[in-house]
Nanobody, 117 residues
Framework: QVQLVESGGGLVQPGGSLRLSCVNS????????AAWYRQAPGKQRELVAT???????NYADSVKGRFTISRDNAKNTVYLQMNSLEPEDTAVYYC???????????WGQGTRVTVSS
């Protein structure tokens, strides 16, 4: 069974940084566009960033200039470096492989990020 395992979340003060990791057991994960999503309390899951198989990236307007998505295909791992964190970034963060707007894999447990002083 393909698994997504997210890690790296935690409690951080506004202005702080975190680096999230997502490990995928799918051997061909590197061939797919990977994405980070987040779901804040009481809100729908939203797309945060994507990275294509060749490394091209896209970001939600709310995180542009603050977040950086990257991948290490040899490790089947996708990262999300989050800088200048704001309370509005508080959410559970998830990763997935995507095709267009369609998430391809079973969702993992996510990793919780709390930005608070």
């Amino acid at each position: 069974q393909v698994q997504l395992v997210e890690s790296g979340g935690g409690l951080v003060q506004p202005g702080g940084s975190l680096r999230l990791s997502c490990v995928n057991s799918r051997s061909r994960f590197s061939l797919y566009t990977a994405a980070w999503y987040r779901q804040a309390p009481g809100k729908q899951r939203e797309l945060v960033a994507t990275i294509g198989s060749s490394g091209g990236t896209n970001y939600a307007d709310s995180v542009k200039g603050r977040f950086t998505i990257s991948r290490d295909n040899a490790k089947n791992t996708v990262y999300l470096q989050m800088n200048s964190l704001e309370p509005e970034d508080t959410a559970v963060y998830y990763c997935n492989a995507v095709q267009g707007t369609l998430a391809l894999l079973t969702w993992g447990q996510g990793t919780r990020v709390t930005v608070s002083s």
